[in-house]
């Protein structure tokens, strides 16, 4: 007994020193302590879309990864790609209109996780309280203001001014940052806005707009909204901090899809929305996977209406979650 005792006492120790004594970083269940970057930027816009990143931040979710998350402001998905191009950001948000036009382009975007889906009375057009326009129809002619051009902003107009028997050219668009559109509306810089949540309830109670049409109707009811993105080299090169970031924001989505109340807490955090408004405005849903089928619809739509010039296949951009 008496020598074995030395062999049972190291075998203590080195069980001991495996379990976080020491400077050494404790691994993670998810094998956090293999990240390629352990520290990343991340694009996102100050509306509800998003709110899963700020989920994942608030709860650790990322930290049990061994990921630190830097959100950076953006001005919309379209704006961003040539940051994620350049290496300025490693994922960022961006709407699925304006990834597959890249794609159709022959830009290497990868999709790495899902975000957010259209509602009803979540994106919508409006015009200012006093404006002689009443319908999509009395928009021929007239200006609309959009946060990016060729974007989810641009097809879901076109989709109402076709149904409403205009013809593409009808109407002309002048980009605008959310933020800035209720002023530039009401100082006539354009006759009606695209505009979705937080901005449509603070137009609508400080100015008095008023919305013409529920833009995600018709062709685009439920249509996909916004997801993550990557560049294909940058997914290529960091595929265990893509998955463990796919990890974490995938159990903060579930959170924003399971329980709206996670949302409204999250909300004030990271943008100007106040805790009644976060009650009150009208959200999407967010969804816990890349459906691939889904998501081709987008890429058939822009297909028809002329924003791609070959179909594009949405599967093939789609990094799965691994792990």
Avoid: H
């Avoid at 889906?117 to 409006?126: K, L, V």
């Avoid at 989810?152 to 800035?180: H, N, W």
């Avoid at 909300?267 to 967010?286: E, M, Q, S, V, W």
């Amino acid at each position: 007994m008496r020598s074995r005792i030395p062999a049972v006492v190291l075998g203590l120790a080195l069980a001991l020193s495996g379990c976080g004594g020491g400077d050494s970083p404790t691994p993670t269940a998810a094998g956090g302590t293999g990240l390629e970057k352990t520290t990343i930027k991340v694009g996102a816009l100050p509306i509800p879309d998003p709110a899963a990143l700020y989920i994942a931040q608030a709860k650790g979710f990322f930290k049990a990864e061994g990921l630190t998350v830097e959100p950076v402001t953006i001005t919309g998905g379209a704006a961003a790609l040539p940051q994620i191009e350049s290496g300025a950001l490693d994922i960022s948000q961006t709407n699925y209109v304006s990834t597959i036009l890249a794609a159709g382009q022959g830009k290497k975007i990868k999709l790495v996780a899902d975000m957010y889906q259209a509602a009803p009375n979540t994106f919508t057009i409006m015009v200012p309280k006093d404006s002689p326009i009443r319908s999509v129809a009395d928009l021929k002619g007239k200006v609309v203001l959009v946060n990016n051009l060729q974007n989810i902003a641009t097809l879901a107009v076109t989709s109402q001014i076709k149904a409403a028997g205009l013809a593409t050219d009808d109407v002309r668009y002048i980009e605008k940052p959310f933020p800035e559109m209720g002023n530039a509306l009401n100082s006539g810089q354009g006759d009606a806005a695209w505009i979705t949540e937080p901005f449509i309830t603070a137009n609508k109670n400080a100015l008095g707009f008023r919305t013409i049409a529920d833009t995600m109707t018709g062709a685009t009811a439920e249509f996909p909204i916004a997801g993550w993105m990557a560049s294909e080299d940058w997914a290529a090169k960091n595929p265990r901090t893509l998955a463990a970031f796919q990890r974490a924001i995938a159990k903060a989505q579930q959170l924003a899809s399971s329980d709206r109340k996670e949302v409204e807490a999250i909300l004030p955090t990271y943008t100007k929305i106040d805790a009644k408004t976060a009650a009150a405005i009208a959200l999407g849903t967010f969804p816990t996977s890349l459906d691939a089928a889904r998501l081709q619809k987008v890429a058939d739509l822009m297909l028809e209406y002329g924003y791609l010039k070959s179909p594009v296949d949405v599967k093939s951009m789609i990094v799965p979650t691994t792990g």
